[in-house]
């Protein structure tokens, strides 16, 4: 069914909260526990005020998703608040947009978590990269909905150009060859970095565990307390919340660990229960994480046991997408809960993550143990160097200063020697800086 009085699924506009727009959540499981928290944080980051929320434990039902009765009471709710929209804590099909639509009060929005995960997207983007990418995920969204709402027969008998699936189609294509023949910046910075001794770690993980307050602790020029609000530089540093796609930028901070220079990239946080398409669409925009020496990845104790182990299986399978080979699973906001809770939480992501390792990044337990562990994981070789005294020998221990951990200087009237620790290229070229002086 579909009133002539409403827009088809395919051409409703993409409708995004701009701070004066109200909206009611909704969030239906097979099980429970239902919660509407995370629905709620991506209706804030696209500038909607909830208004109202709604949850249900019940089958899917093929027709509005929600049951009747349910969808019966948000139209009300709709009626009452005023809204503007109401969103969807899953992934709608066409005929469900269409039929919940045509249940609430006109003029109001449906929109699902997707849809509504791409808008916020299209107001993060800011550089090319990521303006193309919202774009093929957009495309990508709406290509099973127009199909659906087609006669396949009819299109597969039409030669000629021009229909709204075959449009969607080139569209599709010319933005995965843009996208494939972009130059990625990301490795050149890379490249730059690691020349001049830079470990390379990212944090990722899901909004609200804690990697922003994670980079504020690891990162040599920020502290908890820069990111109070009244700071003078916080839209210069990492948010102390790790507010939904802010923007699609990730942070980065020099930090030290055992005298080695590391950079530390907060990236964008997962959210849950997104579509591998869409995951793979943003994967390098939002992680960052290709190329990196280690992960750190940050999970928050204080989920349920289900959950944590749902979020945990889909990052740890997001990052082998990418690539990643040193994985460092960090158990955050272990202050909060009891050491029966905490085993039990161990208990539930044993399998994925032995050796996680619990902490409290605001109390700062167990940071010490995550420094250590980490250095452990980074790339690392060891040298000592033997260079006759000269100036030319000083500006070589000046430069392992600079680009690696030096352990030890011994200063001799006719030699200096130096011990040495950092990455294997770095070694390396002080290695050979010290034996182009011995001649």
Not at 76 to 99: F, K, M, S
Not at 173 to 183: Q, V, Y
Not at 363 to 370: D, I, K, Q, V
Request: glycine fraction near 6%.
């Amino acid at each position: 069914m579909q009133p002539n009085t409403r827009q088809s699924t395919d051409s409703q506009s993409m409708i995004r909260g701009n701070g004066h727009e109200r909206a009611v959540v909704a969030a239906r499981r097979n099980d429970p526990p239902v919660d509407t928290e995370e629905i709620r944080g991506l209706a804030e980051a696209a500038g909607y005020e909830v208004v109202d929320g709604f949850t249900q434990t019940r089958p899917e039902d093929p027709g509005t998703n929600l049951g009747a009765g349910k969808v019966e009471e948000i139209a009300a709710r709709v009626r009452e608040t005023d809204a503007d929209a109401l969103l969807v804590d899953d992934e709608l099909t066409p005929q469900q947009t269409v039929n919940l639509r045509a249940a609430m009060p006109d003029e109001t929005a449906v929109l699902d978590r997707y849809r509504l995960v791409l808008d916020v997207f299209a107001d993060g983007a800011e550089t090319r990269r990521a303006k193309l990418q919202v774009e093929l995920a957009r495309l990508q969204y709406r290509l099973p909905r127009i199909r659906a709402a087609s006669d396949e027969g009819m299109l597969n008998r039409v030669t000629e150009s021009g229909t709204p699936l075959y449009d969607v189609r080139d569209r599709i294509d010319e933005l995965e060859r843009k996208l494939d023949a972009l130059p990625d910046p990301g490795e050149r910075h890379r490249e730059a970095r690691r020349e001049q001794g830079f470990d390379l770690v990212a944090i990722a993980g899901y909004t609200n565990a804690g990697k922003s307050t994670l980079l504020h602790r690891l990162a040599d020029d920020l502290s908890l307390e820069d990111a109070e609000p009244e700071h003078p530089d916080r839209e210069a540093t990492a948010a102390i919340e790790d507010r939904l796609f802010k923007t699609l930028r990730t942070t980065t901070r020099r930090g030290t660990i055992d005298g080695r220079p590391v950079l530390f990239t907060d990236t964008v946080g997962f959210v849950s229960d997104l579509p591998h398409w869409l995951v793979e669409s943003f994967s390098s925009t939002l992680l960052e994480v290709e190329g990196a020496d280690c992960v750190l990845l940050i999970a928050d104790a204080t989920d349920d046991a289900a959950t944590l182990r749902s979020k945990l299986e889909t990052a740890l399978s997001v990052l082998d997408d990418q690539g990643v080979e040193e994985v460092i699973t960090v158990l955050n906001k272990v202050d909060a809960i009891d050491e029966t809770v905490l085993a039990d939480r161990r208990a539930a992501i044993e399998a994925l993550a032995p050796d996680a390792l619990p902490v409290s990044v605001r109390e700062g337990t167990n940071l010490g143990r995550l420094r250590e562990r980490l250095l452990d994981r980074l790339p690392t070789e060891t040298a000592t160097l033997e260079m006759p005294t000269s100036d030319d020998a000083m500006a070589v221990v000046s430069w392992a200063h600079d680009h690696g951990d030096v352990k030890n200087v011994e200063y001799g009237t006719e030699s200096i020697r130096v011990d040495l620790r950092g990455r294997p290229d770095v070694v390396s070229r002080a290695r050979a800086k010290a034996e182009g002086l011995e001649g």
